[in-house]
């Protein structure tokens, strides 16, 4: 038995991140069949590369691929905001409306003569105050979280348009035109600002206390508690989170479309979850990663790309996306 | 709260100056059911305090009073000398009041390292910025759990995977790990098998020779008269009665918990029950 | 059963001392297509003794929250209405409602289907509008003398199965000519980020792509932004239907090649109007067809000072009758 | 102790149905502060009634109440049948599509001459179908619902395209309009057929064995099958509840709106999980009433008529309905 | 399988013609975790087979096997003369095999009734039609409960509300309320009171005197050599030996347990352990 008394901090002594190596820890991952369904998204993903590239062979091209992962960007903010409400069992509903939100109040401040860095931060913050609100009124009025998102999904959206005045505005700005069309290699600007909050939020996830404690929240809210986890933050900084980033996915989708829009976006809303849940988080909290949310959002963009690609029509399109993502989740199935 | 009544009172009414928790009167009821009517009781440091009693007698409704999860209705309770009025499990244990749940509060989806640090985690850090020393606590956890279990389960596997015993073995490791001025155990060996329970008897030994207080629930009256140094008897909401272990015997237990000894509770504390 | 007529207020035709009140429930919500509509009507009322309420639908494809939005209104004392219906059929139960209170009803933008207003037993007062078939048409031989050696065109629609974008993309394909070749149709939602993926993918998808024609001007813009992602601003046209504002403003910045113009704001002022005339107990004329005009770089600068309106004159029976 | 072996089945001994009098229950669950959350919606509805009511006294004429009444029949149904799967710990993202399938193979067998009844039934049948789609690939082919049943929200919208090749049929039938506007006193048809709905899933749900098994199943799924309840086949069973529900309401449509469409009809879909989770049932599964999600239905209904009555602008109607729902759920906050 | 051997050999190899339950060789692993590796065993009609072991040794896991939960990986059950291949816990009960597992698979959301009559729930009809009878199952269940518990909790409330010793009261009823032929009970007692675990071991008494074969779990050795006719010992997921009660005592349980006494397998039956 250990002494009573543990060293809470320990000076770096071992510098290497993350322990085991990363072999070790995909052979380990391999090897228990409950994690299996994380990679569903991965595998999903490469079987489709592989059938659309034969199909058409303009898939692989680079131009296509800098478009895919470019048009995936705003969904991967998204589905990493929603990733951390759904680890704590909750759902974001009004991920979506914010961004709409933050969006047109971008707009706003913009034509105002804010400047650009304030009017992005003025937008950050507008989505960051929805989170938190739906974070209060969840952990604190104790709210269903479904019944408090769908409020703020609704008011959001009806704010956006009263501040829009139902119309949208044409931002014209260099810096936002540069954002969305330039690129490092085949990787576009706004995809490389995704995949770096993606990692950001794997560190802050798996390797800090805040982490821990946001999926103790959600595996056992009742044991978090009782281990003197203060729950109810936990709670109200997740949905924050997500505002905040559907705030940076709100300057995403200004900078790609060129205007602030009061448009509801309800697309980006299922698919967010959508893409966190075929990257293997549950729906019932307390076990999440990143890298599966965001391979499932790619694997929705690239669904979507391919299907154009070959020419399917639109009636048949939702048909075949339908299919593919039941088959998606299917294929982890035969992997046991 | 006079020592010359010792010898013709009983414990309860005892309340001594160095008692480290004092709970007077306390109530709660949950909706209908009246799950504590009014309890005192007091547990001193450096001693095992015992609380025993029938199921649904409630006694882990008690201790859930004591380390915050409820609030309770009325009464007193007192820690380290201050009266206490914990709004949230997170206050009792920065008071020092740690606890074993029966339910083993653990998240099952968690790793066993994982419940084993989970809100004491070891971090570290690149100056101001900290990041988990997974490393170190996975290291310390197995050294942890392999002195209390016998079949040591991996560190690195989830809760939901073991065994009824491990899962207690994990849940009082925790507790123990923490430096505490109290620890409750509700029920700490039910699940357990003899080594395990031997070696927790061990423990709790040794943790009382360190200075803590210890709350010890069990139906095991061997147990109980084995390790205690005081004994409390609840019955239907009620601590009825209050002895030093050594001037008591199993028989006696018996008798209290069951109700065929009466207890020493005057009559007007038994008012509230015609209601 | 129903329509056991409500206290008061609810006198048909009416004398032209009563005060007039107009209930109107058209489409969109996050469409300015809808709002330059929306002030149309607003614009159209304004008189001393009439008021307006104007309520819209949640959605473009809201069929039965528009239903139930005209079934609440018809319980009331409005003594016209105007109506913009998502389909032809969704209204009809409060058609059913309002057919025995003998109320003017004032069809604007899509048209009533001529059946379902008959086993309503609603009597449509008059239909003000442009066919949205029609402005396709428009649309194509625009498209027809911007490629006069024709090639590959896609076609960028609202949300699948949606009437309007249906009308609008059907008439296109009416009025191109065989050298014309439409190579492929997607469905962008209504939405501007998606016609922009959507477009991406259709220029790498399709090499010899000429042009876009796109159901609404703000899918037209994210399809304009598309291409001028891809370098090929000029090259591959791009021709959308509306008329609102930042349309007209695409066309002259050449983003958009041409827009045809549907003009809401004149139909909706066309509507209240006509609700005046009712009132006054005027005699309507049973269709009024709404201006359309084909919006280029040649003429986008008249267009644009004289929006909401047209820049060139149209005929409008109903202020001739009001006059 | 009882005998080893129980009857397993008694004759009708007593037959008053249901035990302990209304009066008893009800002042048993007003004790009981868990089961004040069932209330919410009953509560949140009543003060709306209020407020409208003196806001424009129209509100509770006849006509408008019918009018509120036929308006909530869809939504009720459909509710009716979210209900079951989310007492199960489910959720039928795919019940508004599955009724827009059922639309359109009802309007596709209507045009084809197949006359009224067999349309009907074809319909209904159709979205049975799509149920036991769902149902089978949850429970045996342990995907999750979330995933599944978006799946099918896309393929099922996708279908219907493609039957009604993109366009909407419209159907003129004297009986469909009928049922559409013919009322008994204040109460339309089509809302009789939806409380008659209601009440027959109310007595399924607490006094059948299937209704505990449903029950069972989204409490403790592996208690329930431990206990030899097929699990499988009561999940399989609720999605088709479900589906059949929607095919129920697709001809509740098809009469209201007098056509039958392949455009989705989206809001019902986030409308009948909000009157669920509005009528006080837990999203976590295991404690269900029928009578919540009916008021909860009734409550949103309620709610944009008012709006509209009080000719509240478009763009502030969203918020309105935003505010008013975080409102009806915070209600119950302080009551205990 | 000669009763001249029975002398000599432990009981472990003797599986007799009689036996409802036969066992042999059954392995079962979760991924690097072989919690069984092979387990033989047998238990008769008319008699309580105690199995005992460490926290961890597969004891839960070999009762999930044997009812259904869990399918092995290789070996075969027999059940009443007949090989049997469970492929879910419906199976097992139906041949007739009635379960309370250690982890009390009770519905919390569920009355105690609603619970108690799960899957057997009493019906009335009105012709074809069937409805639930409430009101008749809310009274036998009244009656049942009250038969095992102390403090009775009202049949009325949902479970998630009872003590952990309520809890399994209603456990315990659940599985001998049904009419079967093997009863298992993992750790019945382990949350019981004193008056409470009096009962249910009078319970256990009167269902084996009624001839039903009962498996008991246990980490109380008083009670395994007051309750049972044979024992069997697990160790790391192997049954290494098997006593007529009678023969064993109290000290030889703990010495097999612990591995003191190494048990009766033959050596090559350990190889496994190599891989
Ligand atoms: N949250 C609750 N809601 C309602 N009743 C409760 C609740 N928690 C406990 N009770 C009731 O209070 C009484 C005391 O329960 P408690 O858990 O304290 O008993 P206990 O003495 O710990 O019993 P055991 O030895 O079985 O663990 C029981 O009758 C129980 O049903
Ligand atoms: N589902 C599972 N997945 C992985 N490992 C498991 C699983 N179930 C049990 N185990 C492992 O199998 C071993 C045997 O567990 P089991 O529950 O059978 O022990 P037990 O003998 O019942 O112990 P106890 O006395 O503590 O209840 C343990 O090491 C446990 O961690
Ligand atoms: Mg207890
Ligand atoms: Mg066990």
């Given at each position: 038995m250990q002494q009573p008394s543990l060293p809470t901090d320990r000076a770096g002594a071992e510098l290497a991140l993350g322990g085991p190596s990363l072999g070790t820890r995909v052979s380990e991952a391999l090897r228990d069949p409950g994690r299996w369904a994380d990679w569903a998204a991965l595998i999903g993903l490469v079987v489709l590369v592989i059938v659309f590239q034969s199909l058409n062979s303009t898939f692989l091209s680079s131009t296509n691929i800098q478009a895919m992962l470019v048009a995936s960007a705003i969904l991967i903010v998204l589905s990493v905001g929603q990733t951390f409400v759904i680890a704590t069992a909750g759902i974001d509903l009004s991920i979506a409306s914010t961004m709409t939100l933050a969006a047109v109040v971008f707009g706003f401040a913009f034509v105002h003569g804010?400047?650009?860095?304030?009017?992005?931060?003025?937008?950050?913050?507008?989505?960051?105050?929805?989170?938190?609100?739906?974070?209060?009124?969840?952990?604190?009025?104790?709210?269903?979280?479904?019944?408090?998102?769908?409020?703020?999904?609704?008011?959001?959206?009806?704010?956006?348009?009263?501040?829009?005045?139902?119309k949208p505005v044409t931002i014209i700005s260099e810096p936002l035109l540069r954002l969305s069309t330039g690129t490092v290699g085949i990787f576009g600007y706004s995809f490389l600002i995704a995949l770096a909050i993606a990692v950001v939020a794997h560190v802050v996830l798996f390797h800090t206390r805040f982490g821990t404690y946001v999926l103790a929240t959600g595996g056992n809210s009742e044991a978090a508690n009782a281990s003197g986890i203060n729950t109810k933050r936990i709670k109200t900084a997740v949905y924050a989170i997500s505002g905040l980033l559907a705030g940076v996915g709100a300057i995403l989708l200004v900078a790609r479309v060129g205007a602030a829009e009061p448009a509801a976006n309800t697309s980006f809303?299922?698919?967010?979850?959508?893409?966190?849940?075929?990257?293997?988080?549950?729906?019932?909290?307390?076990r999440a990663t990143i890298a599966g949310p965001v391979i499932g959002a790619l694997l929705l963009t690239a669904l979507v790309n391919g299907l154009t690609l070959l020419g399917v029509s639109q009636f048949y399109q939702p048909l075949a996306v339908g299919i593919v993502v039941v088959l998606a989740a299917f294929l982890t199935r035969f992997q046991k | 709260m006079s020592n010359a009544t010792a010898e013709t009172a009983p414990l309860m009414f005892q309340a001594p100056s160095d008692a480290l928790l004092r709970v007077e009167d306390v109530a709660l009821s949950f909706g209908q059911v009246?799950?504590?009517?009014?309890?005192?009781?007091?547990?001193?440091?450096?001693?095992?305090?015992?609380?025993?009693?029938?199921?649904?007698?409630?006694?882990?409704?008690?201790?859930?009073?004591i380390s915050g999860v409820h609030r309770p209705d009325s009464g007193v309770i007192e820690f380290d000398g201050a009266p206490v009025n914990f709004r949230s499990p997170e206050d009792a244990r920065e008071e020092g009041i740690e606890t074993v749940h029966q339910n083993l509060a653990l998240v099952e989806d968690l790793t066993v390292w994982q419940n084993l640090f989970l809100n004491r985690e070891l971090m570290r850090g690149f100056g101001p910025v900290k990041f988990l020393d997974r490393r170190a606590m996975k290291r310390e956890a197995a050294t942890m759990v392999s002195s209390l279990a016998v079949n040591v389960p991996p560190v690195a596997s989830r809760v939901r995977r073991l065994s009824g015993g491990q899962r207690q073995a994990v849940s009082i490791c925790r507790a123990a790990g923490f430096t505490s001025k109290l620890i409750i155990m509700d029920e700490p060996t039910a699940a357990l098998g003899v080594q395990e329970t031997a070696r927790v008897e061990e423990l709790i030994q040794r943790l009382r020779d360190e200075g803590h207080a210890i709350i010890l629930i069990s139906h095991n009256f061997d147990q109980v008269l084995r390790l205690s140094d005081a004994v409390w008897v609840m019955r239907a909401g009620r601590c009825v009665a209050g002895r030093r272990t050594a001037e008591i015997d199993g028989d006696e237990i018996v008798g209290l918990v069951t109700g065929a000894r009466p207890g020493d509770l005057p009559a007007e504390k038994l008012q509230g029950d015609l209601t | 059963a129903c329509g056991s007529t409500s206290s008061t207020g609810s006198s048909g035709?009416?004398?032209?001392?009563?005060?007039?009140?107009?209930?109107?429930?058209?489409?969109?919500?996050?469409?300015?297509?809808?709002?330059?509509?929306?002030?149309?009507?607003?614009?159209?009322?304004?008189?001393?003794n009439a008021s307006v309420s104007v309520q819209a639908a949640a959605s473009i494809s809201d069929t039965t929250g528009q239903a139930d939005k005209l079934s609440s209104m018809a319980g009331q004392d409005y003594n016209c209405f105007i109506i913009n219906p998502i389909t032809g059929t969704n209204l009809v139960q409060g058609l059913a409602q309002l057919s025995t209170k003998k109320v003017p009803l004032i069809n604007i933008d899509s048209p009533i289907d001529a059946a379902a207003a008959k086993a309503a037993g609603a009597n449509i007062a008059t239909y003000i509008g442009t066919d949205n078939t029609a402005a396709g048409e428009m649309g194509g031989a625009e498209m027809a003398k911007l490629l006069p050696s024709g090639g590959d065109v896609a076609l960028i629609g609202g949300t699948s199965g949606d009437v309007t974008?249906?009308?609008?993309?059907?008439?296109?394909?009416?009025?191109?000519?065989?050298?014309?070749?439409?190579?492929?149709?997607?469905?962008?939602?209504?939405?501007?980020?998606?016609?922009?993926?959507?477009?991406?993918?259709l220029i790498t998808a399709q090499p010899n792509l000429k042009a876009f024609f796109v159901a609404n001007d703000d899918m037209g813009l994210g399809v304009a932004k598309a291409i001028a992602n891809a370098n090929k601003k000029g090259q591959i046209k791009v021709i959308s239907v509306d008329g609102i504002k930042?349309?007209?403003?695409?066309?002259?910045?050449?983003?958009?090649?041409?827009?045809?113009?549907?003009?809401?704001?004149?139909?909706?002022?066309?509507?209240?109007?006509?609700?005046?005339?009712?009132?006054?107990?005027?005699?309507l004329p049973t269709k009024v067809t709404a201006p359309v005009q084909v919006v280029t770089s040649a003429n986008v600068d008249k267009a644009l000072s004289s929006a909401p309106k047209p820049a060139e004159s149209y005929a409008d029976p109903i202020a001739d009758l009001l006059k």
């Open positions: 804010w400047g650009l860095v304030a009017a992005i931060l003025l937008a950050i913050c507008a989505g960051a105050f929805v989170g938190i609100l739906n974070g209060t009124l969840i952990s604190r009025g104790k709210i269903t979280d479904f019944i408090v998102t769908l409020g703020t999904l609704s008011a959001a959206s009806g704010l956006a348009l009263v501040i829009a005045n139902g809303l299922l698919n967010s979850v959508a893409a966190v849940v075929l990257g293997g988080v549950s729906l019932f909290g307390g | 009246r799950a504590l009517k009014t309890v005192t009781m007091h547990a001193r440091r450096g001693e095992v305090t015992a609380i025993v009693g029938d199921n649904g007698a409630g006694k882990s409704t008690l201790v859930r009073c | 035709g009416g004398s032209a001392t009563d005060s007039l009140k107009i209930g109107a429930v058209i489409k969109g919500l996050d469409n300015p297509f809808f709002q330059a509509m929306e002030s149309g009507i607003q614009e159209g009322s304004k008189t001393e974008s249906a009308a609008r993309l059907d008439g296109f394909k009416k009025g191109i000519p065989a050298n014309i070749n439409v190579v492929q149709t997607v469905a962008a939602d209504w939405d501007r980020q998606t016609a922009l993926t959507k477009a991406t993918d930042d349309g007209l403003e695409g066309v002259k910045s050449g983003d958009i090649s041409a827009v045809v113009a549907q003009y809401p704001f004149v139909i909706g002022q066309m509507g209240a109007e006509a609700c005046k005339a009712a009132h006054e107990g005027k005699t």
